[in-house]
């Protein structure tokens, strides 16, 4: 079958590992995957492994500025390919209403990605509302929405999303990507061979929870560090926020890095950590790829609660509040063996339970798009 897949965001985002994932599921499934995706100025289009990449030129990472020439692009990209279905990866106008104009041209089954709450990160009431109510605006219209979680698949139940309508979809990884490679990485910051060095890998915008890890971190006795790992537009508000609370000493910053070079930087780290905003309603509805990809390289974990992280109880320290989570870090580094002994346990788990491959066979044939 021949798919289309639009992204919403540009190479540099989060969701563009989902996105390429599914790609390469689908291709490594024999179908034809094309996938279309936003590239920003000084952005770098990355390998395409297995799908056609094509790039859409844009002049800014903020989609505002350039939602109408991407939205003509996709749109004449999907007259030339006549796909079978299309793909929307988040529901935003420059995806989503030339795939619905492509179901009109020639027949394509329009499938929406729902991967997160984005209203709410919008700033202000009024921005989350309109947002929300675009959103939902072309769910409504597809011909299905995939999610990833239940919390997801009861928010669209309770805006009146039909449930026939909601496949599942769910949050992977690629478990080639996380085996070990031969040959030099990249080099801890000097004077720090003897530290215990904690790892913190994000998109450095709305959704990076570092405030409270600094303040956990600048507290805790002994010698750590923290490798915040990824770039993004409040990059540098981070670094002024770490000075602010005192962890700048013990905290470095990569900026933005290929999704490879992240891996690669990730395997430096002893103990990986991740936290979420329990008291927000939009952290429940997360299922984060880092607590997966955390996993696949047989990192040690702790975590606050929210999102899906009770999924992976057995193989995860899952934290209360700051205190709690401090103390979690000092008993993994205690005894950093049997803490790693048990992440090669997560390791197996969550490579067997959330591979691409498998995950997407499965919505395929649970949405009924294998007897398209």
């Not at 390469?24 to 056609?52: I, M």
């Not at 990569?254 to 950590?273: D, F, K, M, N, V």
């Not at 870090?329 to 950093?336: F, G």
Request: charge should be positive; hydrophobic fraction near 45%.
């Amino acid at each position: 079958m021949k798919f289309c897949v639009l992204s919403s965001l540009t190479a540099r985002s989060g969701s563009s590992i989902r996105n390429r994932g599914v790609c390469r599921a689908l291709a490594g499934l024999g179908h034809s995957v094309t996938y279309l995706e936003p590239l920003a100025p000084g952005e770098e289009a990355a390998l395409a492994e297995g799908f056609s990449h094509e790039p859409v030129p844009v002049r800014s990472a903020r989609p505002l500025f350039w939602m109408l020439p991407a939205a003509l692009a996709n749109l004449a990209r999907l007259r030339e390919l006549k796909p079978a279905a299309v793909l929307v990866m988040k529901p935003f106008p420059h995806t989503a209403v030339p795939a619905l104009l492509a179901r009109r041209n020639c027949g394509a089954k329009v499938v929406v990605d729902f991967d997160d709450l984005d209203s709410g990160y919008a700033a202000g009431a009024l921005a989350r509302r309109l947002l929300e109510w675009m959103q939902l605006f072309f769910i409504r219209r597809a011909d299905l929405v995939c999610v990833h979680n239940g919390a997801l698949r009861e928010y669209l139940s309770s805006r009146g999303v039909a449930p026939e309508k909601i496949s599942w979809l769910g949050q992977g990884i690629e478990p080639e990507k996380y085996a070990a490679r031969p040959g030099a990485g990249p080099a801890l910051p000097p004077g720090w061979e003897s530290a215990t060095v904690l790892v913190y890998a994000a998109h450095l915008g709305p959704a990076a929870a570092l405030e409270p890890l600094f303040e956990i971190v600048a507290g805790l006795a002994g010698n750590f560090r923290l490798l915040v790992i990824g770039g993004g537009a409040q990059l540098e508000e981070f670094k002024a926020l770490a000075r602010r609370l005192g962890a700048e000493g013990r905290t470095h910053f990569t900026g933005y890095l290929s999704h490879p070079e992240t891996i690669a930087w990730l395997r430096l780290g002893q103990i990986a950590l991740n936290y979420l905003y329990e008291e927000q309603p939009r952290d429940r509805f997360r299922s984060q790829i880092k607590i997966r990809e955390y996993l696949a390289l047989g990192l040690p974990v702790v975590s606050s609660r929210g999102g899906d992280i009770e999924l992976f109880r057995e193989f995860v320290e899952i934290a209360g509040d700051k205190t709690d989570f401090a103390g979690r870090i000092m008993k993994l580094a205690a005894d950093l063996p049997s803490a790693a002994a048990r992440a090669a346990r997560g390791r197996v788990w969550v490579t067997e339970k959330y591979s691409w491959p498998g995950l997407v066979r499965e919505w395929l044939a649970g949405s009924g798009l294998d007897k398209l």
